[in-house]
């Protein structure tokens, strides 16, 4: 009852405004009540902490969802649906109207008038990367150096050297890939006490095989705990 019901009353308010915390802990009460003494007005004990009660199944909870998180997981999955559903007519207004910052989300939104629903989801776009990855196909929208998408980390992030020297870092994959190896242009020549960064630079790339015809795409990372972005941003 209180997952199908005492949830289900917020859930779309939830889905696009972040909920103040008060009302948060009021929805938590109200849920407390309801859990531990059902409709009775006769108050009882309870007797497990709310935070363990709200913990999932596999870790000794019975799977109430955490409010906070659950506000966070209907929040996300709008920028699953920006990212993945292409043809959506909400999706092209979105675009026209705050622009794209790079070749999947828009712009930050700093205008201090007007509705607050897409700036409060955009500004989950950080939390909302850590949990996905890229999948390489034609290469033409992948970021090479600032996407998530051969290793646990970026490339910027695994080897900042050598993205300072770098001539492309605003390459995309298919920019890089020449079909038979990567054409990386850097400022000028390795030192001999910076060439083992280069040998685990191509350890790294030697991963991917080559480029396909299919459009880059974002996939959930289940690497990563969390929200699970295709399945169900609200397991947690």
Known sequence: MVNSVLDAIPAYMMSVFPAPDKVKQRIDALRRNFFWQGNEDKKKFHLVKWEEVIKNKKEGGLGIRNMKKQNKSLMLKWLWKFMTRKNMLWREVIRAKYEMENRWMTKMVTTPYGCGIWRSIRNLWHLFLSRIRFQVGNGMKVSFWEDR?????????LFPDLYTLSLQQNATVAEMWTGQGWNL????????????????FHDTMAQFSNLTREEDSCVEDWQQRGFQCQVSLQRS
């Open 185 to 200: 242009h850097l400022r000028r020549n390795l030192n001999d006490w910076e060439m083992g960064n280069k040998v685990a």
């Open 149 to 157: 998408w051969i290793a646990q980390r970026t490339l910027k992030q």
